[in-house]
């Protein structure tokens, strides 16, 4: 998350970042990950939301919403269990690689850089 609010804090002037939590992957009732908080598997939409909650009292920068129950946006941007994008204009102009081996805040900040540089040299 630190290299995440790092780059929210870089292009906060540039860009509007928002954070979609989804399906908990590492649920203390089922699949638990040493070290990771305890979040029980979200069976309502408010259990999601408290969950996503504690994502915020730990230092999330970004704005965020809780995805449905049915998965809506997980299953529209493939993001389980985790997932950068770059949308403009409503069109997607960047889809990271999945996480966690794929997820890579420096492939963000690189789109971002030139975006701003070509935006810049337009003026």
């Not at 992957?25 to 029980?40: C, F, L, P, T, V």
């Not at 493939?78 to 997607?92: D, H, I, S, T």
Request: proline content about 2%.
């Amino acid at each position: 998350m630190a290299d995440f609010n790092e780059l929210v804090s870089e292009y906060a002037g540039c860009a509007d970042f928002l954070s979609v939590y989804v399906e908990e992957m590492h649920a203390s009732d089922s699949w638990k990950y040493e070290g990771n908080i305890d979040i029980k598997h979200h069976r309502t939409l408010d259990e999601r939301i408290s969950a996503a909650n504690l994502l915020q009292k730990k230092g999330l920068k970004s704005c965020l919403v809780a995805d449905t129950m049915n998965n809506e946006s997980c299953k529209a941007y493939a993001a389980m269990p985790e997932r950068l994008y770059v949308v403009l204009n409503g069109k997607v102009m960047l889809q990271g690689g999945k996480g966690p081996h794929n997820y890579s805040v420096d492939e963000v900040r690189e789109w971002l850089r030139n975006y701003s540089n070509a935006l810049a040299n337009q003026q």
